[in-house]
């Protein structure tokens, strides 16, 4: 959950600079708008789902292993 609300904060963020970059770089770059939905939406997703799968896996690892052996090693 923590990797994720992280993620949301880098999204918005992100998703904030990108509409300000695209207003600011419309009038310099011909025959592209300033918002491209598509375009912000599949990169939001593909990063949602890389940071979700970042924050799963080394969490399912520690779910599986005994609190009590790992609390004895140390």
Excluded: C, M
Aim: aromatic fraction near 2%.
């Amino acid at each position: 959950a923590q990797g994720l609300r992280l993620t949301t904060v880098g999204l918005v963020l992100g998703l904030l600079l990108a509409l300000a970059a695209g207003a600011g770089l419309a009038g310099v770059l011909l025959g592209v708008g300033s918002i491209d939905p598509p375009s912000l939406g599949g990169a939001a997703a593909v990063f949602t789902l890389v940071a979700a799968a970042a924050s799963w896996l080394p969490a399912r690892k520690a779910a599986r292993i005994d609190p009590v052996r790992v609390l004895r090693s140390e």
